[in-house]
């Protein structure tokens, strides 16, 4: 069991930064593809932003950054990777770098066709655009390692998640590392420290995953079955079964068990 201690921005700066050159320059480009298919599992409204080990910067960002936070993409753009932090609640931040160094090092640590296996799911609160913490969920869609395996650059996107009521605070994050079709959850609970905890948890399948993404998107069920080119029992069959394996009896249940454990 692998327990994590919460980072100060010195300590996480010191592990992250290198002084080897990533060998790419357009991080734009060469996020292109994810970032146009972002949209399609986003669970709410969303920003990005690429961060830079080499330089330990903020590379570029969003057009619609300004919309979700209190600052424009000019203001983003060129800023410390740190300045992502001090958008954070001052109780999450050293959780949330905490995590994000652990996944990192989780990815870094896998053979180069491996690295794109591991997903990084953290649950946190931010300063929306008028300056008021509300949770978001940061996700990291895909990294970038260079040949030396030393220096690192990252897509980061951040969801609002105003729209969701937590009764409780959500777990802090959840690695999802798909191996042969399995895909394995490590939960990380509050506490001294940060614990992570494999768990088991039923086997989701892709059509269920995406049904479940227009779900929390607030879809009813004949949205779903035309936005998924299905019948409207088609769609009910697949509640029911998501409903079995999670052992919810409503909707509201099973998206509440979706939350807390992330089986996005």
Known sequence: MKTLKPLTTAQFEKNAKSDKELGIVDYQTFFERQIKEAH???????????????????????????????????????????????????EDSPYVLSAIQFATDRIVGLPVERQQDVKINIYARMLNANKIYRWVLIQMPSIYVNNENLTTCGLMMITDL?????????ILMTLVDIIDGKTEYYHLAMGEGVTANGIELPHITKRERQLLNLMLRGLTSPAIAQDLCISYSTVENHKRNLRRKTATKTSAELVHFVMSNNLL
């Open 40 to 90: 399609h599992f986003a669970i709410g409204p969303y920003y990005w932003f690429i961060g830079d080990s080499a330089h330990m910067l903020i590379t570029t960002a969003s057009e619609n950054i300004d919309e979700l936070t209190p600052f424009t993409k000019s203001e983003w753009e060129n800023k410390s990777a740190l300045f992502f932090v001090e958008n954070i609640h001052p």
């Open 162 to 170: 105003t729209h969701f009521n937590f009764n409780s605070r959500p």
